[in-house]
């Protein structure tokens, strides 16, 4: 076990392993984080990547959250015609922009197929989960983005 740790280490150290988010991250400096569509959705985004904001004009680089939606469609039913699967989808736009040039325009699109449950309060507790794991991928999405251009 010892000479397995010894090699994977040895090995790691040989090709400047570097984990994705920790160097990087911090070079990266958003002026103003603005949310064009007020809904929940766009509420998480901006409170998630609101870390990155510096608030220094000198930046003046600014994320623009645009149109963001949830839905949930059926995707399957038992032989009653009930619904036995779902998929719930986080759609959303978000443009990064340097004074009046646009650098990149994205839509992100995640989801999630999930079974039906007959108590519908734990049903609502498990979407609400569902709906944060989405958004925090979505804030993935955009933080891997924001990093290619640097």
Known sequence: MKIILILLFIVLMQCNYEPIYSAKSG???IYKIENNNNNRIN??????LKYL???NKA???QILLGDSEEKKEIISKDTKGDPSKFRLKIISSVDLKNKDKILFSNNYSVYFDYSNNS???ELN???EEIKIDLIN???SQIIFD???IK
């Open 59 to 61: 930046d003046e680089i």
């Open 53 to 55: 904001e510096t608030n």
């Open 137 to 139: 991928q979505i804030v």
């Open 43 to 48: 509420k998480t985004l901006s409170s998630k």
């Open 125 to 127: 507790q498990y979407e």
């Open 146 to 148: 924001l990093q290619q």
């Open 27 to 29: 070079q990266i400096k």
């Open 119 to 121: 108590k519908k309060f």
